[in-house]
């Protein structure tokens, strides 16, 4: 079965520090792969998509950026980070034509920028 | 006008309420529809697919209306561990599949 894996849990970060999260899949192949933030009380926000490795689509300009090194590795990163940048940040995946196109998240990472 | 929008909530029910929830889309060229349940401090989960004929699951019925571009969620015999935020998500297929999320309506299942 398929299954995602996202860390850290929970950060605190000061601003203007740098920022990592790293996002893997297990049990599928050439997943599409998603970061989204919600801020605290809000909807979901997409941040980037990739169908595959190396390609990465913006949906919104900020201070952060994505990458793709391995098929089934997500990671989402900022050189410095800024106040409104606190919130949580889920990974997802999906994969065309399996269970109805469906989208599967990561447990979450929770960013506090003091 | 969003893409995606839901009833503002929350919704605060007493346990055994029947309640619903209603969702519409803008685009029309939308090809598949989910709700998605989400606890406090949670990742999103699944918990049903809507199918244009509509489907039951236990206590949980979606139905889907094209011509309308609108989606439901009922919900029968509440129960308290039912409290949770419900999103609405609709896929527009397009390059990387686009999943647009509703902002969600939360329940409280009171006791």
């Known amino acids: 079965s398929q299954t995602i894996h996202q860390w850290p849990a929970t950060l605190v970060q000061p601003v203007g520090s740098p920022l990592s999260l790293e996002c893997t899949v297990e049990?599928?192949?050439?997943?599409?792969l998603y970061w989204y933030r919600q801020a605290a009380g809000r909807g979901l926000q997409l941040l980037f998509y990739s169908v595959g490795i190396g390609q990465i689509s913006s949906e919104v300009p900020q201070n952060l950026s994505a990458s793709r090194p391995q098929d089934r590795q997500f990671i989402l990163s900022s050189k410095k980070l800024l106040l409104s940048d606190s919130g949580f940040y889920l990974c997802?995946?999906?994969?065309?034509?399996?269970?109805?196109?469906?989208?599967?998240f990561g447990e979450g990472s929770w960013l506090t920028v003091v | 006008r969003k893409e995606v929008e839901q009833d503002p909530g929350p919704f605060n029910v007493p346990e055994g309420a029947t309640v619903a929830f209603n969702c519409t889309y803008s685009?029309?060229?939308?090809?598949?529809f989910f709700w998605y349940r989400q606890d406090c401090r949670k990742e999103p989960k699944l918990l049903m697919s809507?199918?244009?004929s509509g489907n039951e699951d236990g206590r949980f019925t979606a139905q889907l209306n094209r011509a309308s571009q609108y989606i439901s969620l009922l919900i029968r015999d509440s129960k308290l561990s039912d409290s949770a935020t419900y999103l609405c998500v609709v896929n527009t297929r397009g390059y990387g599949q686009n999943f647009v999320f509703g902002p969600g309506t939360r329940l409280s299942v009171l006791p």
């Open positions: 049990g599928t192949s050439n997943p599409n």
């Open positions: 997802a995946w999906s994969v065309t034509g399996i269970a109805g196109n469906t989208i599967y």
């Open positions: 685009n029309s060229a939308s090809q598949s």
């Open positions: 809507v199918y244009s």
